[in-house]
């Protein structure tokens, strides 16, 4: 299906098979596309990247379409790589978490640092946080090739 280019995302760098390869999903998704390109919000003389995720229906194009600065995209897969990288080592404790101290990590980025931390606001934190890591296992092998794949590409560039 062809990402529609009438809209006010202008999509620049296409992978229009994305339902193809959509995790558990593959196959029977309504995310049928991904691109970069210049994004809706743009105001005249100012121009933001963002990335867009393309939902469709069946029948038309979605609303719940998401787009996203591409230094969101970036912050999201930083707190997929250090949620995945704790959880290799939660089970040292009791719930998963230091209940004394959820923090998991300060990351720093533009001068200051994004917090990554266990959210003990939750009420059901304990038997949800069991559920995300069974469900992170399960996920393991879609997770992982993705992992992997960033990581040469990254080396590719030189990162």
């Known amino acids: 299906m062809k990402i529609p280019t009438h809209l006010k995302h202008k999509p620049v760098i296409v992978a229009e098979n994305y339902a193809n390869i959509d995790g558990r999903t593959a196959y029977d998704t309504d995310a049928q596309g991904l691109s970069l390109g210049l994004a809706q919000w743009n105001d005249r003389g100012k121009v933001d990247i963002s990335a867009k995720v393309w939902r469709h229906t069946g029948g038309k194009w979605s609303r ?56 003990t606001d939750n009420e059901q934190i304990n038997e949800d946080i069991q559920l995300f890591q069974q469900a992170l296992n399960n996920d393991g092998e879609l997770i992982g090739e993705r992992l992997r794949t960033l990581s040469r590409i990254l080396k590719e560039m030189g990162y």
């Open 64 to 119: 719940q379409s998401e787009e996203l600065p591409l230094h969101r995209v970036l912050d999201l897969a930083i707190l997929v790589c250090e949620t995945e990288l704790y959880f290799k080592e939660a089970y040292r404790h009791e719930h998963l978490y230091d209940e004394e101290n959820p923090l998991i990590k300060r990351v720093g980025l533009q001068g200051d640092a994004m917090t990554v931390e266990v959210c």
